[in-house]
């Protein structure tokens, strides 16, 4: 599954080693939603941005943040029934990245303006969504942070404690809570019940 926070980079590209400064100095809420604005008009579905931005309530980057560590942006979508992927952080800056992106879609549909849509189509062929790598899968001692000997008792505050971060109501996502829901229940059944 394609998250849109944290970062999810797209298997086999290159990281840019040495980041540098823009020239077009993007701010990053009117460069994300120029992404969208492009797809719409590309007839692309289903875009994902992701970024390690958190997230607002309707899944798209705050704007305002602090720049992250890695400026890196990536950007899924569906496109004539192809999974594409677009990504850049050859910028150190999130907005700027974006701004690449939007810059780069918006070139790519000149070439079906300008009547050499094949070309269009080629090009976008390059751009395919391979699937994520998998991942070996975290136990439910990793995803609640404890030790396997630990009580239950103790499990079970770890637990709560990481709830108050990962729960919708409070900042976190349904897929974080879901992880630690999973997790605490496996650890009780591993337990046995008996601390």
Request: hydrophobic share 40%.
């Amino acid at each position: 599954m394609i998250e849109a926070f944290p970062l999810c980079w797209p298997a086999g590209y290159p990281r840019t080693v040495h980041r540098r400064r823009a020239l077009f100095k993007a701010s990053m809420a009117p460069a994300r939603d120029g992404i969208l604005h492009e797809v719409r008009l590309m007839g692309a579905k289903l875009p994902v941005i992701s970024s390690n931005l958190p997230l607002r309530r309707d899944g798209l980057p705050y704007a305002g943040q602090a720049e992250p560590r890695d400026p890196g942006v990536a950007v899924y979508f569906q496109w004539k029934g192809k999974s594409l992927v677009l990504a850049s952080d050859r910028w150190d800056r999130v907005g700027d990245n974006f701004r690449a992106i939007e810059k780069a879609i918006e070139a790519m549909r000149g070439l079906d303006r300008w009547g050499v849509s094949e070309m269009l189509d080629r090009a976008f062929s390059g751009f395919a969504a391979l699937p994520e790598p998998s991942r070996p899968r975290s136990t439910c001692w990793e995803v609640l942070g404890v030790d396997q000997r630990d009580s239950l008792d103790v499990i079970e505050t770890m637990y709560r404690a990481k709830t108050k971060r990962a729960h919708p109501d409070l900042g976190g996502s349904h897929d974080e809570m879901a992880r630690l829901n999973r997790a605490i229940e496996e650890a009780r059944a591993a337990k046995g019940g008996v601390q």
